[in-house]
């Protein structure tokens, strides 16, 4: 239903001004209170240099008062001492007007303060208050943190480091206070107020203004102070908690967009639930609310009580939002809501902590989306996304550990390593404990450090308490970058009837760590009999009653010896079932072993991935073959080529369509190849148009090989895939989609037409932009007419929009690097919107082939797009810096042409902190 904003109730006792240029009553007494002022550094924060705050704010209200063209901030803090060293309040600001500063009562004299400095106050108590009014321009904010407008709309975004654009303050993390606010303006143009917390009061105001007061009762860190305020409409609906408690779940929105939310609100609701069950935590305010925003940085912020989304992970239909979009946004709203407890009930002591968070409410989403849909596929697609960006971060000049040591620029911290691998961690935590003990884990965790600042060690500690996990290696998971390397060989002794299991593990060396030692890897395996059964695994040793079929071994040493007993016949080995570890194997597997594996591993994850290895090696076998008839030249052209014929993988397709027992889902991600990002990061000299050319070929040879299958096929499920946006229709709708993408390959008239017909036809967006992606692919007017009608029937459906781009910037057309930029002029484009901006540029930077095209002219866009915006928003345009890629993994002509285009960045003299330090990392040898 729709909700209408907060009613009126009885006038606030406060006394407001009404306008922004009314004179502010100040003490004319002199300063009493004389503040040191020191630059803002670009020295990096270290680990190593952590202490405690010498003062910490235990409360803090705060007056909010909008008007047309600034925003007043009052903020009235009380402190006490820390227990950190020295006598020094140290308080951050940036961007900020400051009109006044008063310690318990005594003006101190502001003359001097400026952007990008630190006020450093003499507190001559070791309790006292302290009174800021700050005056900002939400209008004037492009960097999207701190206070700024989206849409009409007023939001904050304060992670990692925005609340110094609202007001003085310590601006760290460990820094917990209880919050009160008072947010005033127009009524009639910012109608919807909201605040953390629970409403304590609301009501008119002067000269058409009204008000809202908000508390939070719950200690929290400055990053997860949140407001709204502007023209929303709100879909509302309930949760009742396991104590029987009743929630209000609000859900805003921009005008008319509120039945597009429903999918959102289910998704809380059933979050919240699975959250009780699972975890045992419990909601803990009287309302939650979320708010969909137009221009955002981020995905989602996890603000308390008052969550702040981008709108693409709110707002969905079938007609304008794909399968994918449906399951993300289940799986983000997850993430964001499971923060309640892992992030804001128990927070990070300091930034280097960050994966204390993410990587802990990661794996908790990952977890829920694979309980709401399969759990094999969603592992896949988990997988799939760690090998193809965090295995090549771990690998290049930005490799940093899960909790690193230094930084220049926290927000450039945000990353796969952070939030993936560090999710693996958890997962890793998990198996080792089993369900039981890891569920004994968390509970103590929570209930140990339920309002504190807390670190990974925290976190470890108390899976180990709970359990007796010896888990002192594991540890340096957290401290070591780089992805480790584990090799495993096998050996079947006839004559004892065992199998002799040898692994070991290395890790290569990463910027500033030439030394690595070794992790603990919990290894899950079965053995595969020849009949494809799994056999019953008892250790050299054990007693002799029934043994499991799935163990896991713990891996703690260089190396390790396993025997198994009781093996009557030479087993095939199924390692890192579930992959239980992100590592690289090695297991020194053949194709007819693999392919055995591929038709009878009972491990859903390691059927896939035994069938993406055979795919992987025919295209890097196809890829040698390439290079090899470059070095012998034209006349043996093919000759070496060819070499990829081995018959294994090209019956994969058949295999796959024929047996009709498998999952529809499973079977679309078993039809896709390795993607060349992935492919990418196992190869030390890429040529990525080599490598592009490498994959289609295959591509192609599958496509001919079983034309009239995946025809059959696509035919039949396009009859019945149905429209519905459940997971069985999905993976109907993902099969149909596999089959035409392979088929597409063939450039036969009879399938393009296929391909325009379901873009014409198409009953949801992800049929509409799957044939789109595909016609994108061609040559001539077939294409131009399928971008042309997509974008006229879309035309003002920005997050549509949005798709219509990035299936451009993915085009396998030569000229793709002159149709991106063609695009940057179209109306439909903007380099203020995020994500329009990702859409683009993202979806093109990982198109390696027309990215990296030999002229340069797509690093050139990128970086045009960097000198642009780097000051206008410094944080978006840090992450997307690293979009360039590891210059040390491409062919010399290209790292060169790469490493002038960044050295032109670097030397620019007014670069952003975020950027620069992307750049520079990139450019060291």
Same mark, same amino acid.
């Given at each position: 239903?729709?909700?209408?904003?907060?009613?009126?109730?009885?006038?606030?006792?406060?006394?407001?001004?009404?306008?922004?240029?009314?004179?502010?009553?100040?003490?004319?007494?002199?300063p009493?209170?004389?503040?040191?002022?020191?630059?803002?550094?670009?020295?990096?924060?270290?680990?190593?240099?952590?202490?405690?705050?010498?003062?910490?704010?235990?409360?803090?209200?705060?007056?909010?008062?909008?008007?047309?063209?600034?925003?007043?901030?009052?903020?009235?803090?009380?402190?006490v001492?820390?227990?950190?060293?020295?006598?020094l309040?140290?308080?951050?600001?940036?961007?900020?007007?400051t009109?006044?500063?008063?310690?318990?009562?005594?003006?101190?004299?502001?003359?001097?303060?400026?952007?990008?400095?630190?006020?450093?106050?003499?507190?001559e108590?070791?309790?006292?208050?302290?009174?800021?009014?700050?005056?900002?321009?939400?209008?004037?904010n492009?960097?999207?943190?701190?206070?700024?407008?989206?849409?009409?709309?007023?939001?904050?975004?304060?992670?990692?480091?925005?609340?110094?654009?609202?007001?003085?303050?310590?601006?760290?993390?460990d820094?917990?206070?209880?919050?009160?606010?008072t947010?005033?303006a127009?009524?009639?143009?910012?109608?919807?107020?909201?605040?953390?917390?629970?409403?304590?009061?609301?009501?008119?105001?002067?000269?058409?203004?009204?008000?809202?007061?908000?508390?939070?009762?719950?200690?929290?860190?400055?990053?997860?102070?949140?407001?709204?305020?502007?023209?929303?409409?709100?879909?509302?609906g309930?949760?009742?908690?396991?104590?029987?408690?009743?929630?209000?779940?609000?859900?805003?929105?921009e005008?008319?967009?509120?039945?597009r939310?429903?999918?959102?609100?289910?998704?809380?609701?059933r979050?919240?639930?699975?959250?009780?069950?699972?975890?045992?935590?419990?909601?803990?305010?009287?309302?939650?609310?979320?708010?969909?925003?137009?221009?955002?940085?981020m995905?989602?912020?996890?603000?308390?009580?008052?969550?702040?989304?981008?709108?693409?992970?709110?707002?969905?239909d079938?007609?304008?939002?794909?399968?994918?979009?449906?399951?993300?946004?289940?799986?983000?709203?997850?993430?964001e809501?499971?923060?309640?407890?892992?992030?804001?009930?128990?927070?990070?002591?300091?930034?280097?902590?960050?994966?204390?968070?993410e990587?802990?409410?990661v794996f908790r989403?990952?977890?829920f989306s694979a309980?709401?849909?399969?759990r094999a596929?969603?592992?896949?697609?988990?997988?799939?996304?760690?090998r193809?960006?965090?295995?090549?971060?771990?690998?290049?000049?930005?490799a940093?550990?899960?909790?690193?040591?230094e930084y220049?620029?926290i927000?450039?911290?945000?990353?796969?390593?952070?939030?993936?691998?560090?999710?693996?961690?958890?997962?890793?935590?998990?198996?080792?404990?089993?369900?039981?003990g890891?569920?004994?884990?968390?509970?103590?965790?929570?209930?140990?450090?339920d309002?504190?600042a807390?670190?990974?060690?925290?976190?470890?500690?108390?899976?180990?308490?709970?359990?007796?996990?010896?888990?002192?290696?594991?540890?340096?998971?957290?401290?070591?970058?780089?992805?480790?390397?584990?090799?495993?060989?096998?050996?079947?002794?006839?004559?004892?009837?065992?199998?002799?299991?040898?692994?070991?593990?290395?890790?290569?060396?990463?910027?500033?760590?030439?030394?690595?030692?070794?992790?603990h890897?919990?290894?899950?395996?079965?053995?595969?009999?020849?009949? +494809? @059964?799994?056999?019953?695994? &008892? !250790?050299? #040793?054990? $007693?002799? =009653?029934? *043994?499991?079929?799935?163990?896991?071994?713990?891996?703690?040493?260089?190396?390790?010896?396993?025997?198994?007993?009781?093996?009557?016949?030479?087993?095939?080995?199924?390692?890192?079932?579930?992959?239980?570890?992100?590592?690289?194997?090695?297991?020194?597997?053949?194709?007819?072993?693999?392919?055995?594996l591929?038709?009878?591993?009972?491990?859903?994850?390691?059927?896939?991935?035994?069938?993406?290895?055979?795919? +992987? @090696?025919?295209?890097?076998? &196809? !890829?040698? #073959?390439? $290079?090899? =008839?470059? *070095?012998?030249?034209?006349?043996?052209?093919?000759?070496?080529?060819?070499?990829?014929?081995d018959?294994?993988?090209?019956?994969?397709?058949?295999s796959?369509?024929?047996?009709?027992?498998?999952?529809?889902a499973?079977?679309a991600?078993?039809?896709?190849?390795?993607?060349?990002?992935?492919?990418?990061?196992?190869?030390?000299?890429?040529?990525?148009?080599?490598?592009?050319?490498?994959r289609e070929?295959?591509?192609? @040879?599958?496509?001919?090989?079983?034309?009239?299958?995946?025809?059959?096929?696509?035919?039949?499920?396009?009859?019945?895939?149905?429209?519905?946006?459940?997971?069985?229709?999905?993976?109907?709708r993902?099969?149909?989609?596999?089959?035409?993408?392979?088929?597409?390959?063939?450039d036969?008239?009879?399938?393009?037409?296929r391909?325009?017909?379901?873009?014409?036809?198409?009953a949801?967006?992800?049929?509409?932009?799957?044939?789109l992606?595909?016609?994108?692919?061609l040559?001539?007017?077939?294409r131009?007419?399928?971008?042309?009608?997509?974008?006229a029937r879309?035309?003002?459906?920005?997050?549509?929009?949005?798709?219509?781009?990035?299936?451009?910037?993915a085009?396998?057309?030569?000229?793709?690097?002159?149709?991106?930029?063609?695009?940057t002029?179209?109306?439909?484009?903007?380099?203020s919107?995020?994500?329009?901006?990702?859409?683009?540029?993202?979806s093109?930077?990982?198109?390696?082939?027309?990215?990296?095209e030999?002229?340069g002219?797509?690093h050139?866009?990128?970086?045009?797009?960097?000198?642009?915006?780097?000051?206008?928003?410094?944080?978006?345009?840090?992450?997307?810096?690293?979009?360039?890629?590891?210059?040390?993994?491409?062919?010399?002509?290209?790292a060169?042409?790469?490493?002038?285009?960044?050295?032109?960045?670097?030397?620019?003299?007014?670069?952003?902190?975020?950027?620069?330090?992307?750049?520079q990392?990139?450019?060291?040898?």
């Amino acid at each position: 239903m729709l909700c209408a904003p907060h009613a009126a109730r009885r006038r606030p006792s406060p006394s407001w001004r009404t306008a922004p240029d009314e004179p502010h009553t100040m003490t004319n007494s002199s300063p009493e209170t004389a503040p040191d002022l020191t630059l803002a550094s670009h020295r990096p924060v270290r680990l190593a240099d952590y202490a405690p705050p010498t003062f910490t704010a235990t409360h803090v209200e705060l007056l909010i008062e909008l008007f047309e063209h600034e925003a007043r901030v009052t903020a009235n803090t009380t402190w006490v001492r820390g227990g950190g060293p020295g006598d020094l309040l140290v308080l951050d600001g940036s961007e900020l007007r400051t009109e006044s500063v008063h310690m318990d009562g005594k003006q101190v004299d502001i003359d001097g303060v400026d952007q990008g400095r630190t006020l450093n106050l003499h507190p001559e108590q070791d309790s006292f208050s302290l009174s800021v009014v700050t005056v900002l321009d939400p209008d004037a904010n492009t960097a999207l943190s701190g206070l700024y407008r989206s849409g009409g709309a007023y939001c904050t975004q304060m992670e990692a480091e925005g609340f110094r654009r609202l007001t003085w303050f310590t601006d760290r993390p460990d820094v917990l206070s209880i919050y009160s606010t008072t947010i005033v303006a127009d009524a009639k143009t910012c109608p919807v107020l909201l605040g953390n917390g629970n409403l304590t009061d609301s009501g008119p105001a002067d000269d058409g203004r009204h008000f809202a007061s908000f508390h939070d009762p719950h200690r929290k860190p400055c990053y997860l102070f949140a407001m709204v305020a502007g023209e929303l409409e709100c879909l509302e609906g309930a949760f009742v908690t396991c104590s029987g408690r009743g929630v209000a779940l609000k859900l805003w929105v921009e005008q008319g967009q509120t039945a597009r939310a429903t999918h959102a609100l289910a998704s809380l609701q059933r979050s919240m639930a699975w959250d009780e069950r699972v975890y045992g935590r419990e909601y803990d305010l009287d309302v939650f609310h979320l708010v969909a925003v137009s221009d955002f940085n981020m995905g989602a912020m996890e603000n308390k009580g008052l969550n702040i989304f981008n709108s693409q992970l709110v707002l969905a239909d079938p007609s304008t939002a794909t399968d994918e979009d449906y399951q993300r946004i289940e799986g983000v709203v997850a993430h964001e809501y499971f923060h309640n407890w892992s992030g804001n009930r128990v927070t990070c002591r300091d930034w280097f902590q960050l994966s204390l968070k993410e990587g802990l409410t990661v794996f908790r989403d990952q977890e829920f989306s694979a309980e709401m849909g399969d759990r094999a596929v969603q592992r896949m697609a988990d997988v799939r996304h760690l090998r193809e960006l965090q295995f090549a971060e771990d690998a290049g000049p930005l490799a940093h550990a899960v909790r690193p040591d230094e930084y220049l620029a926290i927000d450039n911290f945000y990353t796969l390593t952070i939030y993936q691998k560090g999710a693996e961690l958890v997962r890793m935590l998990a198996t080792l404990a089993g369900p039981e003990g890891y569920r004994r884990g968390t509970d103590l965790y929570f209930e140990r450090h339920d309002g504190q600042a807390v670190t990974t060690d925290d976190f470890v500690t108390a899976i180990s308490d709970a359990t007796g996990l010896e888990l002192s290696v594991f540890r340096r998971w957290y401290a070591q970058a780089g992805t480790p390397r584990l090799t495993a060989r096998g050996h079947y002794d006839a004559a004892a009837r065992s199998y002799t299991l040898e692994l070991s593990q290395s890790t290569p060396a990463t910027p500033g760590q030439p030394d690595k030692l070794p992790v603990h890897i919990p290894v899950a395996l079965g053995l595969l009999g020849p009949d +494809g @059964q799994d056999l019953p695994l &008892r !250790l050299a #040793g054990e $007693a002799e =009653d029934e *043994a499991p079929s799935t163990r896991v071994l713990s891996l703690t040493e260089a190396s390790g010896r396993y025997v198994f007993e009781s093996i009557d016949a030479a087993p095939v080995p199924s390692l890192l079932r579930g992959f239980s570890a992100p590592v690289l194997l090695d297991d020194g597997l053949d194709q007819a072993e693999l392919l055995f594996l591929a038709s009878h591993d009972s491990d859903g994850f390691n059927r896939w991935d035994a069938i993406q290895r055979l795919l +992987g @090696q025919a295209i890097l076998t &196809r !890829l040698q #073959g390439q $290079a090899d =008839d470059a *070095a012998h030249g034209a006349q043996d052209a093919g000759a070496h080529a060819s070499a990829s014929d081995d018959a294994g993988w090209r019956a994969l397709p058949g295999s796959i369509l024929a047996d009709r027992s498998l999952d529809p889902a499973f079977a679309a991600e078993a039809l896709e190849l390795p993607s060349e990002l992935e492919l990418a990061s196992r190869i030390d000299c890429v040529d990525p148009a080599a490598l592009h050319e490498a994959r289609e070929w295959v591509a192609l @040879q599958l496509a001919r090989g079983h034309r009239e299958a995946l025809l059959t096929r696509y035919d039949e499920l396009v009859l019945s895939a149905g429209t519905e946006m459940d997971t069985a229709s999905a993976g109907r709708r993902a099969l149909k989609n596999a089959c035409l993408s392979l088929l597409m390959r063939l450039d036969e008239d009879a399938v393009i037409e296929r391909a325009e017909a379901q873009l014409a036809a198409a009953a949801s967006m992800t049929d509409e932009l799957a044939a789109l992606r595909e016609l994108a692919h061609l040559q001539g007017p077939r294409r131009d007419a399928a971008v042309a009608s997509f974008r006229a029937r879309w035309q003002h459906e920005a997050l549509v929009m949005n798709k219509w781009f990035a299936a451009q910037a993915a085009s396998r057309r030569p000229q793709t690097a002159d149709d991106v930029l063609a695009l940057t002029q179209d109306p439909a484009y903007s380099d203020s919107n995020p994500n329009k901006l990702r859409a683009l540029y993202r979806s093109f930077a990982r198109n390696l082939a027309r990215f990296h095209e030999p002229s340069g002219k797509g690093h050139k866009l990128l970086a045009d797009l960097i000198l642009r915006l780097d000051a206008k928003n410094p944080v978006l345009i840090g992450r997307m810096a690293t979009l360039f890629g590891d210059p040390r993994q491409l062919t010399p002509e290209l790292a060169q042409r790469l490493r002038d285009t960044l050295a032109t960045i670097a030397a620019l003299d007014n670069l952003s902190d975020n950027t620069r330090e992307v750049v520079q990392r990139a450019l060291a040898e």
